[in-house]
Every structure is written in structure tokens, then in C-alpha cells.
């Protein structure tokens, strides 16, 4: 007796290049604002032609093709076959869709968002070319005005109206913003946009999560709350809006975790230690409860973290001296002092180490000094890098990398860190750059000794 097979579609992702030099194209696929290499193929020349197969298992969602170094473009596959047209030289303006109603959907907000902002810019740096009082200066800034009073969401309105079941729509809508009420004070918009800033938002939906919009907008939120609330109300302010958001998100189980994980990412390398506690204390040690070796990992990060709090008291450090005596970092004859952990393989350290020299020129002397301890293993790297960089200040390493006790006593997770502290050891901040130290060394009264 013969059995009949059932033979899954597959989905053909056809592409034509003209005037490609390469002989290979790659296609990516997005998790968040992440994208991550899932094909590659030859290109058959001439004519440019790249094919892809996606599998009946693919996904919907937004993907990129790449055809040369910072040359690539994203569509959308939604289950239909995807054929499009462009040219090496311009991907984006001679972009054309053959085949795929996601994709018309998507050139048309494309072509409608990008041709607002080149007539924005262009008038912009037309007016920069006549005095006010010219006649053509007038006509420019009517031209800009009726830009900006232009609703730049209508098409993105209209296209989410009467396509609804696409992903273009679903994208779209995330990526909108509410309108913010004629009755709000101008002081008032940007705290009310942050208090509806995931309204139309569908929590529900998984897909968001193979595409760019939904962890983009978390981050801009973020981002947007110091430019709305002064600074000793910020991070207490992103703590509640922490709190709103992952409330929305519990409705999906994957979005709440990607979604924790990626503003874990973002506010792990961001200033805002307090918030960061947080965010570990209350969701992230929670959050992954059933995986053991994840709970324990993010539980050694929270008491990384209080290991150094501000306010709290820096461990002692016993530096060896030349003359084969020591001395202790609570001895150094200097009201401040900055211990920076660093090491010569680290890209962010080279970075920062040449402008934290420069300021170290400038504030050494009783109100200031620096330790510097590297968690290198080869000695001669590190004391090639010292010579190299020039470092004066008091250089000092255990060499044996990450297992360093004092990197261990100081809860140090990466390179480079920086500890502010007074005479008596009590830290004082954590600056995350140059800047910031000397911000703070003028808010404790510390002046140029040069």
C-alpha cells in the first residue's frame, strides 16, 4: 500500500545585483536588534543573480541580505516567495520588488519616511546658505514647516488600517509612537510620550521578536528618560518604568526573557549601577530561577555589584614597593583616589587610558591619585603597555589575569572599571568614561594643578 507524501513548500528568496563585484552574498536573520549569519551564496555572474531557500521551518520576520562590506538591506519574509532588484552602488534608492507583497508594503514606507528626510535635510542646508532677511530664506523655512506640520505617520497609518494581518503593519505599529494630546503642555510631551510609549505595542505577538522594532523602542526608552527627568530622578525613574513594561511583557513568556535580557545587555555597560542592581535583584536572579548554573550567574553579578556600591567601603589593596617593602591604598598621601582596573589585550582600555593620562597630568598632586591594577598574566605585555602608554601613576598587577584576589575583592566583570574613593576609602562614584571623572573631581572641589 503506497503512502502519499506531503512534500513542504520551501521559499525561494531570489535576488539580482547589477554591478556586483563579489562572488558571494549572505543572509541574516534578526533576534532583537541582533542579526546573525543563517545562509550563503554564490552569485551567478554575470547578471548578479543570488538565490536563498528559506525552509517551511523559517520564520516571519525581518531578515538582511548582504552583497559587500557595509553594503546591505532588509526585507521581510512572510511565507511567499521574495524576488527583488537593486544595483551594487545604490541598494537602497534602485531597490525594486518583483515579487512579494510584504515588501511593496514596506518600499512604500520606505520610500515615503526616506523622502521626508531628504527634502528635511536638503532645506536645511539650503538655509544655512541665506540671511534671514532674503526673500528665497523665507520660502525655504515655509517649505520646512510644511514638513514638520506634515503627519509623518499617515502612511504608516494607512498601511496598518488596511493590511492589519501583515508583518509590515505589526513592525510598523510597533515602531509608532501615541499621539501625544493637543492639551499637553510643551513641558509635559516628552514624560507623557514616556508614560504611553508602548501603548500600541501587542505583547501577545512573538514574531516582534524577529525583527528590529520592539528591542529598539525598549532601548530608546531608556535612553529617553534622562532627557525627560533631572538627574537624581532618573535611574529611580527608569526602576518604575522597568517595572511597566515587564508587567505589559508577562502576558508572553519568550518576549518577557528576550526582552529582560537585552536591557540586561544595554544597562550592564551603561552608568546606571543603581538601576542595574535592580534590574538583577528583582528580575534577572528571578527570572531565571530554573536554570541553576543562569540564577547562580546572574546572583555572583548582583553581589559583584554590592561589592563596590557607592557609599560603601573599597577593600583594602597592599601595594609592593620597589624597595621590597609595601604599602597600603588607605596609606597613599592623597584626599581622592581613583583605582582603575584595566589590562594591556583590552581594546576599551587602550581607548580610554590615553585621556585618563592627560587628566592625571593635569589633577595629580595631594587632592588626587591613581592606582592602576591590570589583571594581565604575562608581565612583559603588561609592562610594555605602561612604558608605551607613558603611565605615571602607581601601576601595580598580580598577573594572574581574571583569578586576581583583588579583581576578585573588588567584584571586577570587565575591563576597564573605575572606582572613585576618598582618604578613608569610601567610594565615592564608578564614572563609566574620562568625562565623568572630571566631572566628578570639580563637584568634590579638585582644581587643576596645571
Known amino acids: ?11 525561494p528568496v531570489r535576488i539580482r545585483v547589477n554591478g556586483m563585484p563579489n562572488k558571494r552574498a549572505f543572509l541574516l536573520e534578526y ?27 523559517a520564520h516571519p520576520g525581518m531578515y538582511r541580505v ?14 511567499e516567495p521574495v524576488e527583488l532588484q537593486t544595483s551594487y552602488h545604490s541598494v537602497l534608492d534602485s531597490l525594486k520588488v518583483i515579487c512579494s507583497d510584504e515588501n511593496r508594503l514596506l518600499k512604500r514606507y520606505m520610500d515615503h519616511a526616506v523622502i521626508l528626510k531628504r527634502k528635511n535635510d536638503a532645506l536645511q542646508q539650503l538655509l544655512h546658505l541665506y540671511e534671514p532677511g532674503d526673500p528665497f530664506y523665507r ?23 488596511k493590511y492589519p494581518g501583515s508583518f509590515t503593519a505589526r513592525f510598523l505599529k510597533t515602531e509608532m509612537n501615541p499621539p501625544v494630546p493637543v492639551e499637553i503642555p510643551k513641558d509635559r510631551e516628552l514624560k507623557y510620550l514616556l508614560d504611553h510609549f508602548f501603548d500600541l505595542v501587542d505583547f501577545t505577538d512573538t514574531a516582534q521578536l524577529y525583527a528590529p522594532a520592539l528591542m529598539g523602542k525598549v532601548r530608546t526608552f531608556f535612553r529617553m528618560i534622562p532627557q525627560a527627568y533631572p538627574p537624581d530622578q532618573v535611574e529611580e525613574t527608569m526602576k518604575k518604568g522597568l517595572d511597566r513594561l515587564m508587567s505589559l511583557a508577562a502576558v508572553n513568556d519568550v518576549l518577557f526573557h528576550a526582552i529582560l535580557e537585552d536591557i540586561a545587555e544595554w544597562a550592564e555597560r551603561s552608568e546606571y549601577e543603581t538601576f542595574f542592581a535592580y534590574l538583577t535583584e528583582f528580575y534577572l536572579t528571578e527570572s531565571d530561577c530554573k536554570d541553576p548554573e543562569k540564577a547562580k550567574e546572574w546572583k555572583d553579578l548582583l553581589e559583584s555589584i554590592q561589592k563596590t556600591k557607592v557609599g560603601k567601603q573599597a577593600p583594602e589593596i597592599i601595594l609592593p614597593q620597589p624597595d621590597q617593602k609595601t604599602i597600603l591604598l588607605s596609606e597613599l598621601n592623597a ?3 581613583l583605582v582603575v582596573f584595566w589590562a594591556s589585550w583590552c581594546p576599551h582600555c587602550a581607548e580610554m587610558m590615553p585621556g585618563l ?29 605602561i612604558q608605551q602608554g607613558g603611565y605615571s601613576w602607581i601601576n601595580y598587577s598580580e598577573l594572574k589575569g581574571w583569578d586576581s584576589p583583588i579583581a576578585y575583592d573588588y ?20 564614572p563609566r568614561n574620562v568625562s565623568m571623572l572630571e566631572t566628578k573631581l570639580k563637584e568634590l572641589g579638585v582644581h587643576s594643578v596645571h
Open 1 to 11: 500500500m503506497l503512502q502519499s507524501l506531503t512534500v513542504q513548500a520551501q521559499y
Open 31 to 57: 533576534s532583537g536588534i541582533k542579526t546573525h549569519v543563517i545562509d550563503s551564496a554564490q552569485v551567478q555572474l554575470p547578471g548578479g543573480l543570488i538565490t536563498f531557500v528559506l525552509p517551511p521551518s
Open 66 to 79: 548582504v552583497v559587500g562590506p557595509n553594503t546591505y538591506w532588509d526585507f521581510i519574509f512572510n511565507r
Open 139 to 161: 520660502q525655504v523655512l515655509n517649505e520646512l514647516q510644511k514638513i514638520s506640520s506634515a503627519n509623518p505617520d499617515q502612511v504608516t497609518r494607512e498601511l496598518i488600517s
Open 335 to 337: 584626599r581622592y583616589k
Open 357 to 385: 593620562k592627560k587628566l592625571y597630568e593635569r589633577y595629580h598632586g595631594k587632592d588626587f591619585e591613581i592606582v592602576a591594577i591590570s589583571v594581565d598574566e604575562s608581565r612583559k605585555e603588561w609592562q610594555q603597555a
Open 411 to 430: 567584584g571586577i566583570r570587565a575591563t576597564p572599571t573605575m572606582i572613585l574613593m576618598d582618604h578613608n576609602l569610601k567610594i565615592l562614584a564608578k
